[in-house]
């Protein structure tokens, strides 16, 4: 969904990173690009405008530009303040404290309304909920009819009645669950092409009427700024609590999702990602922004890194790298930084890419005494030149500390292998795991 932007970003990225020094004026330039991705992204204006400058403020910090990685300082600045333009954290549906709690679905024709009303109902029963369905979208005698289709196809009970009015099937439906304990009432409404002032009376009826968990606004997602618009007038005249984005499989350049958080001051709660009962995502700011950003979990991975890693053992060890002195030595230094940063496993799905190049040097944590105590068992002579450890060195070691030849043998062919990778990342200027590296100069 948000491919053309991330692809644009990931570019974008690129080139920073290739810097090794940033100023302020290469910070500004930097910004401005963003800028331009982001309204080709069809982002609201202002949203732009401002997200920018609280990206600025915070990059300009001398700390940022005189960190021995500013430009992923930077990439973690804009990620940190895209997750905020997103919402934050994103947070569960709010329960009323007397059952049943009402969701309200309101927006314009077509946003996408009765689709998500089944949706959602497939969700909350998937999570333990008793949901019931309302046919309050009385304009459209088949909307009745595809409502009842979608809570055929989930198992789930629809109240409807034909040539009656919203406020009557809403009390109904309302007093069918409490009379039979399902703890959850979703309710479709009509839509209208505008904002107009008919529709909104109905809602605010339905509104007062029914005393809502959550008033959620459906908005289609590929209409973009028009989205954005009719959410705020619908917080405005009727109030809203939450926001689904629909048809954010298809084309939708994401400008839509986000600028509608900070224009209304509501979060995204769940995105819909194609026309099945089961397409609707919970809009999870963070993730959502390590994807447009196409980071991976990159971000908690550099933080994580900052905590335990002794930047100027890393330095030194990238320019080892870069030359290919890497050594048994350094092998072993650098398991045991990465074993303080928990499983390795969880760490290289974090680095885009890293899980494949680093295929085969995947240590399990449980396995680092034996790779310490074989590396101890070498001589210093065939730890700083492991081509040395022939079959007889090789047996000896095994010997020393217990273990099989077999043993010793993949701990050495590992580290051929990370050493033909570290030598491959240096030379092509990719990065070195953790953004140390390659050193400018
Ligand atoms: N691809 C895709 N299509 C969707 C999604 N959500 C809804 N649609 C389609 O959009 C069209 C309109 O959806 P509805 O749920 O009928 O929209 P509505 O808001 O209830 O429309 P009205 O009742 O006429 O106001 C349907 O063809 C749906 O299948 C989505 O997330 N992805
Ligand atoms: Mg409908």
């Known amino acids: 969904m948000f491919n053309e932007l991330t692809d644009k970003l990931d570019g974008f990225f690129k080139k920073l990173r290739g810097r090794g020094k940033l100023t302020e ?7 401005r690009e963003v800028r331009r991705i982001l309204l080709e992204a069809d982002v609201n204006f202002k949203v732009a405008r401002d997200f920018l400058k609280r990206v600025e403020t915070r990059a300009i910090g001398e700390e940022v530009l005189k960190s021995i990685t500013p430009s992923q300082q930077v990439i973690k600045i804009i990620h940190d303040e895209l997750v905020e333009l997103l ?17 309200l679905m309101v927006g314009l024709q077509g946003a996408g309304k009765t689709t998500s009303v089944g949706k959602l109902g497939v969700y909350l029963k998937k999570h333990g909920m ?39 099937v809403a009390r109904e439906a309302k007093l069918e669950a409490k009379l039979t304990g399902l703890d959850t009432l979703i309710v479709d409404t009509a839509g209208r092409l505008h904002v ?47 926001i689904i984005l629909t048809k954010m499989d298809g084309d939708a350049r994401g400008g839509a999702a986000l600028s509608i958080r900070e224009v209304t001051g509501q979060p995204i709660r769940f995105i819909g990602v194609g026309e099945k009962l089961e397409d609707l995502d919970e809009f999870h700011p963070a993730r959502q922004a390590n994807r447009i950003l196409g980071l991976g979990d990159v971000v908690s991975l550099v933080e994580k890194a900052q905590e335990v890693i002794d930047i100027e053992e890393a330095e030194k060890l990238a320019i080892k790298f870069k030359k290919a002195q890497f ?68 047996k000896r070691i095994a010997r020393g500390c217990g273990l099989s030849v077999q043993d010793v043998n993949r701990l050495l062919n590992q580290f051929l292998q990370m050493k033909k990778m570290m030598k491959r990342m240096g030379k092509g200027g990719k990065g070195l795991p953790f953004g140390f590296g390659p050193m400018p100069g």
């Open 87 to 103: 919402g934050g954290n994103w947070s569960q549906l709010r329960r009323s404290k007397e059952a049943p709690s009402v969701y």
């Open 25 to 31: 004026s290469d910070v500004k330039a930097a910004l």
């Open 327 to 394: 050594d048994l030595e350094d092998f072993l230094d650098q398991l045991r930084q990465i074993n303080k940063m928990g499983p390795l496993e969880g760490l290289l799905q974090m680095i885009p890419g890293a899980s494949k190049a680093l295929k085969g040097v995947e240590v399990d944590p449980s396995e680092m005494k034996h790779v310490e105590a074989i590396i101890l068992s070498m001589t210093p002579d065939e730890r700083r030149r492991p081509q040395i450890i022939n079959g007889s060195r090789r």
């Open 196 to 242: 107009d002032d008919a529709l909104m009376a109905e809602l605010i009826e339905l509104k007062e009427e029914l005393r809502p968990a959550e008033t959620i606004f459906v908005a289609d997602g590929m209409t973009g700024q028009d989205a954005v618009n009719s959410a705020r007038a619908f917080n405005e005249q009727l109030g809203i609590s939450g």
């Open 130 to 168: 008793r949901p019931l369905l309302a046919a309050c979208d009385l304009q459209r005698p088949a909307a009745v009819d595809q409502l009842e289709i979608l809570g055929q196809q989930a198992g789930i009970k629809v109240i409807a009645k034909q040539g009656s009015t919203p406020l009557t």
